[in-house]
T-cell receptor
């Protein structure tokens, strides 16, 4: 069965430090991978996606994510965290092989950037 | 360009009632998807509409239904409301192609409708 896991419910990082939000997935075939961010009382905003090509994907607001096929991971990273990065982050996967399959979201990871 | 709009933003209903939520996609977008977000289950896909046709459906009971109009606006209906239907309902639009939008394209989300069932 297709699935995506975000093993950490919450991540705390001091402002200015690098941050990582973890995501692992399980799909048949090659996946499309996405990261979205949700600020309080707002809908989700697209950050970045991996379709194919370079394993390091750069996205909005200075975020990037690294696709690791052998570890089936797609961790979100940022070199220097800002307090304004505090939000709920969702990893999502959509299988490539079966185009009728649905997009699957992780449970979300709440990121707290401490001033 | 105006973003995705959802109305109403907040709704309180009682068990057994029905509710209709509305979503207006970004101008030019033809694909509209609906999601249910709850603290326990996270974000779950309900269905996707493209050119007035339901193209994809999640694992929700038949009480959850939707439709899309010729102007791409979409409505979602929940009948015989249950307490467990209390959630944030998010709508997302995407330009859409012949390939399901979920697979290829990033989606643009509205602010959501917070439904509370008492």
């Amino acid at each position: 069965a297709q699935s995506v896991a975000q093993p950490e419910d919450q991540v705390n990082v001091a402002e200015g430090n690098p941050l990582t939000v973890k995501c692992t997935y399980s799909v048949s075939g090659n996946p499309y991978l996405f990261w979205y961010v949700q600020y309080p009382n707002r809908g989700l905003q697209f950050l970045l996606k991996y379709i194919t090509g370079d394993n390091l994907v750069k996205g909005s607001y200075g975020f990037e994510a690294e696709f690791n096929k052998s570890q089936t991971s797609f961790h979100l990273k940022k070199p220097s965290a800002l307090v304004s990065d505090s939000a709920l982050y969702f990893c999502a996967v959509s299988p490539l092989m079966n185009r009728d399959d649905k997009i699957i979201f992780g449970k979300g990871t709440r990121l707290h950037i401490l001033p | 360009k105006a973003g995705v709009t959802q109305t109403p933003r907040y709704l309180i209903k009682t068990r057994g009632q029905q509710v209709t939520l509305s979503c207006s996609p970004i101008s030019g977008h033809r694909s509209v998807s609906w999601y249910q977000q709850t603290p326990g289950q996270g974000l779950q896909f309900l269905f996707e509409y493209f050119s007035e046709t339901q193209r994809n459906k999640g694992n929700f009971p038949g009480r959850f239904s939707g439709r899309q109009f010729s102007n791409s606006r979409s409505e979602m209906n929940v009948s015989t409301l249950e307490l467990g239907d209390s959630a944030l309902y998010l709508c997302a639009s995407s330009p859409g192609t012949s390939v399901p939008a979920l697979v290829l394209n990033e989606q643009f989300f509205g602010p959501g409708t917070r439904l509370t069932v008492l």
